[in-house]
């Protein structure tokens, strides 16, 4: 009964619907007793200001420990339900191509500064994200392209009078559409006769006679006027711990099998579902890029900025 039991049932708990699910349910309640360590022993003093800030606001209440676990495990939901399978599916996507790879490292390379550290061995470099975002835009390309292939999100929207579309299709006030983005990003009349290959260069270098791509046909992060509000916060989140994996690993499934292809799961909530079952790799340290990390966040100077604050 792990966490991927629990993973593959989030939707349906978070609908209500535990008795659907009594396996995923089960799960989630084992996750409790290990929230309620935390508060315990006040682990999250030195969590986030965001966790602090939710953990002040139940001491202030008097929400007993039972509860403020309990309450904890939906938040982890919100935080990582979308970031660790895009994160997962972009890696994979980029270490599965060797060609793919070697021109992101190669493009990456240019946007560390590398020192040596004063009476010391270990060598200081450091990730200008505002670099990756201008001059390794086949990065953000692999990751947009992820997002088009793999996601399944989907928008609601409520009719505010009644519309008639196409003369044949009556749309009634106070009835609800729902949009599912998948169709819109595997039609060849947007994305060409390509559609339903994976090309991460197609952002960067569409090919000769495809269609040209408006700022609506990459609907990952729904569409206006209601998007997501973390969307460039995460998308420089997943960038930089993809370039850091790629930078500083060779990843390589164990055993020399190959990358093999996954299926996604249907019960997570989430807008890039995970890998319906685990694959095992092998991480190994690229010797030229050990040493000491940071990242230099700076300004954006993309047309969309994917960092905001």
């Known amino acids: 009964m792990g966490s991927r039991t629990f993973e593959n049932d989030s939707a349906a708990l ?76 972009t890696l994979y996507e980029v270490f599965s191509r060797p060609e793919l790879l070697a021109e992101i490292r190669a493009r990456l390379a240019d946007a560390v500064t590398t020192t040596k550290i004063p009476c010391q061995a270990e060598r200081q470099h450091v990730l200008d ?18 997002q ?59 090919a000769p006679g495809a269609p040209k791509l408006k700022s609506t046909s990459l609907l990952a992060w729904g569409f206006a006027p209601h998007m997501c509000p973390a969307r460039q916060f995460a998308t420089a989140e997943i960038l930089v711990f993809v370039a850091l994996v790629v930078l500083r690993f060779d990843v390589v499934p164990v055993g020399g099998a190959g990358w093999e292809g996954l299926e996604t799961t249907s019960g997570a909530i989430s807008t890039v579902p995970p890998p319906k079952k685990d694959i095992q790799v092998l991480f190994r340290k690229r010797e030229e890029w050990q040493g000491k990390w940071s990242v230099n966040v700076g300004q954006s100077a993309s047309r969309f900025a994917l960092v905001s604050g």
């Not at 089960?26 to 200001?49: L, T």
């Not at 994200?129 to 992820?146: N, P, S, W």
């Open 14 to 89: 978070l609908l209500g619907m535990r008795r659907l699910v009594p396996k995923g349910y089960k799960a989630s309640q084992a996750i409790a007793p290990f929230f309620e360590e935390y508060v315990k022993n006040r682990g999250y003093e030195q969590a986030s200001a965001l966790t602090q800030g939710r953990m002040e606001v139940f001491i202030s209440h008097n929400c007993p420990v039972r509860e403020m676990a309990r309450l904890e495990w939906p938040l982890t939901v919100a935080i990582l339900s979308n970031t660790v399978p895009a994160s997962f599916w």
């Open 129 to 146: 994200l505002a670099k990756v975002k201008t001059d390794c835009k086949i990065l953000l390309g692999t990751f947009q392209e992820m």
């Open 148 to 206: 088009r292939a793999r996601g399944r999100a989907a928008s609601i929207r409520k009719v505010m009078a009644d519309t008639t579309l196409e003369n044949k299709y009556l749309l009634r006030k106070g009835s609800y559409l729902q949009l599912p983005t998948e169709p819109v990003h595997h039609d060849p009349s947007i994305w060409g006769a390509d559609a339903a290959v994976f090309n991460p260069h197609r952002f960067e270098n569409p």
